[in-house]
């Protein structure tokens, strides 16, 4: 099991890149630049793939390379770029942190259409104070309607606040995406799960690494 220490520096330079130093808003978030470290953990990834593959511009797929290499995570090899054993690490870390979907479901309206995102960076929520700190995310992010639960390996789902009998409905959905996805949470300390309407895309997860990084920060001591 990963130092959780490890992790949130993990989280903190997905944040500062996804950021940026500058007021202007970039035009990728913190998972497509998670996603986008995966790409090149497969091989060399030039800017046509990686604007392809995870949705965003020519600029802002230049202003993502140029903050990766800047952060050391990447390196260019030839005209592409190549991961760094930094920026490997960082993967490795975040392993994890994964979007399910598109799933369809029987919940009404944005809700019928719905991806399932899942982190094991963020402690599950167990109560609705801790399903509001992450929810607050999702809100600054335009994601909503969504429903925020826990998982805990390899059968327990809980959302809480939710009434008993959409719950039921929720957890099997939850249940039957894990059961058919690559990506499997085995943190034994569980996971957070949003499910959000489809075109939430991948803010859902960045929310999820937003909230997680902010969890860290606030528990380092003070200097």
Known sequence: MLDQQYVCEALASLV??????GAAVRGF??????????????????RPTLEREIGIGEASAKT????LREAGLAERC??????????LAVVKALREIC???????DLPGDLSKIVLAASSAIEPPIDVVSVHHVRDHLVARSCKPVVIGAYWPPETVRFPGVPPETERALVEVALEAFARAQCAIES????A???????????????????????????????
Do not use: F, N, W
């Open 78 to 87: 030839g005209t592409a770029h190549c991961v760094t054993e930094k920026g």
């Open 188 to 191: 034994e300390r569980g996971a």
């Open 64 to 67: 993502l390379l140029r903050s």
């Open 16 to 21: 500062r890149i996804a950021r940026g130093s």
């Open 29 to 46: 978030d913190e998972y497509q630049v998670l996603e986008a470290l995966r790409l090149m953990v497969r091989g060399p990834l030039g």
């Open 99 to 105: 979007i399910i979907g598109p799933l369809e479901t």
């Open 193 to 223: 799960l949003v499910l959000a309407p489809h075109r939430c895309g991948s803010k859902a997860a960045a929310a999820l690494i937003a909230a997680a990084a902010e969890k860290c920060l606030a528990g380092k001591p003070r200097p």
